[in-house]
């Protein structure tokens, strides 16, 4: 399979009309759009187009595959951790395609750790499988013996198998149909799903049909695997024409809250800090009524244990390659406050400053309040805020792993 590699921020005039035709129909595209807002997948007639996190450098012999599969993933955990921490709050990214990425990977998930659905049913048969001898003293005709009755035959509940259901053959295409969309990105390597299943046929009935056959076998089970399944299973063929359309479209808009996240994530010795920082109150009929609701929230706060030395981070996803593709005055004003706040907290503590950018230029150095007068720095007032870079793929590989950046948290902190 051919993985096309692009990056977001880029051009609009230079993606394939095809594939402005799947932004616009997202409403991705508006008329004034030179550039492009977009991390993650569209697939088109078959074809994978990754959109990477701007600055990415993608390394000529690389692998696009598995440079693809890391964004699809990082993706699904960011989804994941924020439906379930509530993080969305307050952001302001849009996620496209969010809901059948988290069906696909569940479906594909269970499959590998449970196989494809077999129908189990019992059959009471005589002198065959496990002995029921409650139907048997019941059913049948004893002998007597010296120590107890003798019966020559018995009545037995035998379990039967069955691979040859409507569920299973909706179940085994669900399976191949996903392996064929989004496998590359779920499966390290070529699954062999396929050959697993390849003497399972297709459904015979129409989708509406399988729908129904689904509910039904719904209503004869108890199992919380098999009912989570079959449910998942009518979820998908719910989803009708956007399953099998020519396009899809997988991923996430204004992609500066999961960079922020992701780096979150990453750090180490992090502090939470949010809780001391002063809040706003207004005066109201001589009174003051606090405005918790308003009050400054920092991105990440480290801190050496057992010492105050701080670390200010705010991640920042710009392109931060010349002056006019950097943070404007209120972030300044925000990050140069929160240094002066927690100094506020901690009078004798040590207070780094930093904007975390993509990429690997590190053109930016720092940031600095300047007289406009003298020119004179105002660095003892308002600390310097320094300014980092991270290869995006680097941290998207650290995110997906669950591994902490130790080295640059201790450079941060200066340790």
Known sequence: MEIKLHED???????????????EAEGLIQNNHERLDFCGLVMHN???NIFLPRN???PKDCNPRKIGSFLIRAIHKYVQNRYRSNIMDG???RL????????????????ITYGIYIKRTSDIKKNQGKTCWKRTINKTHSYPSNSAPIYLDTIGCKKILSLD?????????VIRDLENIIGWAYFDEEPGIKQDLGDISLPNLNVKDQLQSLERELNNLYGDREITLIKNLCIYLSLGESNSSNSIVIGINKFHSMWEKMIDSCMNWKFEINHLLAKPCYKMNGSYQPASQKGGRTDTVLKVPCEDIFAVIDAKYYGADNISNLPGWPDLIKQFFYALALKDIYSSATIYNYFIFPGTLHIV?????????????????YMPIECIYIEPLTLINNYISNKKLNVLSKKLLKM
Do not use: M, W
């Not at 496209?96 to 988290?102: E, H, M, T, V, Y």
């Not at 150095?365 to 007032?381: A, F």
């Open 9 to 23: 921020k880029c051009a609009i005039n230079t993606l394939p009309s095809q594939i402005r035709q799947v932004f």
């Open 46 to 48: 078959g074809t994978p």
């Open 56 to 58: 990415s450098a993608i």
């Open 91 to 93: 952001t302001s990214d």
């Open 96 to 111: 496209l395609g969010d809901s059948f990425l988290s069906l696909a990977f569940s479906l594909l998930t269970d499959y």
């Open 165 to 173: 259901t409507e569920v299973t053959r909706i179940h085994a295409k």
């Open 365 to 381: 150095e720092s940031v600095h309040l300047q007289d406009p007068y003298t020119e004179e720095l105002l660095d003892e007032n």
